[in-house]
Nanobody, 127 residues
């Protein structure tokens, strides 16, 4: 069994920064890719960013490009999300997820391309 453990959420003022972390625990597991999704109050969960663990190719939602940076850890089963210039509309519960082949390579923005999910970490941006 694989568990994803997220950390780093919190309360920050608009314009501030936060760094989220996610590590896979349990059996030895090296996913093809990892991603961050988020669910804002009253909205559906949406894709934020993804990274391929072998090669490091990244993909972002348009609204976070140039503000957020996804990166992988040395162990290749950890992922980070550096969030800068945060806006109130970034307020959400952020989830990390692991990609599953072959779906991840076909569409990295779909929830169905991911198999394991973390419990979520709250990010609140005050105006």
């Amino acid at each position: 069994q694989v568990q994803l453990v997220e950390s780093g959420g919190g309360l920050v003022q608009a314009g501030g920064s936060l760094r989220l972390s996610c590590a896979a625990a349990g059996r030895t597991f090296f996913p093809v890719g990892m991603a961050w999704f988020r669910r804002a109050p009253g909205k559906e969960r949406e894709f934020v960013a993804s990274i391929t663990m072998n090669g490091g190719a990244t993909y972002y939602q348009d609204s976070v490009k140039s503000r957020f940076t996804i990166s992988r850890g040395y162990a290749r089963n950890t992922v980070y999300l550096q969030m800068s210039t945060l806006k109130p509309e970034d307020t959400a519960v952020y989830y990390c997820a692991t990609g599953r082949e072959p779906y991840y390579n076909n569409d990295r923005s779909r929830e169905t391309s991911y198999n394991y999910w973390g419990q979520g970490t709250q990010v609140t941006v005050s105006s």
